[in-house]
């Protein structure tokens, strides 16, 4: 089966500055790579996703790319702010009906003023 | 719009006793749901997931009898923690899909604490 690693588990960036997350997938059919963040106590939200298609994605501060050959996608934050701070969890997917994400261990990124 | 209620958000019970958790999806129509189970500062296990109108799929390790789970219509989705015991004092969280659709939307999660 699938098995998601990511890294590193905790990252302190001064406010400002970027911050990148990086997870590796084993699974090759993998085809579809959310990215969710979630704050102390609450609901994992969907930032970004992308799918094997598409080597990178971007949303404002945002981005996320991957390299399928390596089988690895990283989230990228730029111009981090306080309210970035929380816990992100990246996840794989198989792009097909009923197939389930298998999600990475989480990253919690803390954001200094 | 893909929003998932859950309820409720905070549970406490005598050991012993059984917990219903439900999941809703408010406005859309949800033909896949799956149940995670997450502890302190851990990623989020699946443990179930469940398509309307038959059983769910459990996860390895994941006892059905002990975590009953229906999903009678397509916008309704429960978990029913049978004979709880402390150590099944966990974040419980639902997420929804939409059918033909890979995003998963997550609900707000149930503390449930077992005493």
């Known amino acids: 089966g699938e098995n998601v690693e990511q890294h590193p588990s905790t990252l302190s960036v001064q406010e400002g500055d970027s911050a990148v997350i990086k997870c590796t997938y084993s699974?090759?059919?993998?085809?579809?790579f959310p990215w969710y963040k979630q704050e102390l106590g609450k609901r994992p939200q969907l930032i970004i996703d992308i799918r094997s298609n598409v080597g990178e994605k971007k949303d404002q501060r945002i981005a996320v790319t991957l390299n399928k050959t390596a089988k690895h996608f990283s989230l990228h934050i730029t111009e981090t702010q306080p309210e970035d701070s929380a816990v992100y969890f990246c996840?794989?997917?198989?792009?097909?009906?009923?197939?389930?994400?298998?999600f990475g261990p989480g990253t919690r990124l803390s954001v200094l003023p | 719009g893909a929003v998932v209620s859950q309820h409720p958000s905070w549970v406490i019970c005598k050991s012993g006793t059984s917990v219903k958790i439900e999941c809703r999806s408010l406005d859309f129509q949800a033909t896949t749901m799956f149940w995670y189970r997450q502890f302190p500062k851990q990623s989020l296990m699946l443990m179930a997931t469940s398509n309307e109108g038959s059983k769910a799929t459990y996860e390895q390790g994941v006892e059905k009898d002990k975590f009953l789970i229906n999903h009678a219509s397509l916008t309704l989705s429960t978990l029913t923690v049978t004979s709880a015991h402390p150590e099944d004092s966990s974040f419980y969280i639902c997420?929804?899909?939409?059918?033909?659709?890979?995003?998963?939307?997550f609900g707000p999660g149930t503390r449930l604490l077992v005493l």
């Open positions: 997420s929804a899909r939409a059918g033909g659709r890979e995003t998963q939307y």
């Open positions: 996840a794989a997917s198989l792009d097909n009906y009923g197939q389930n994400f298998v």
């Open positions: 699974d090759s059919a993998s085809n579809y």
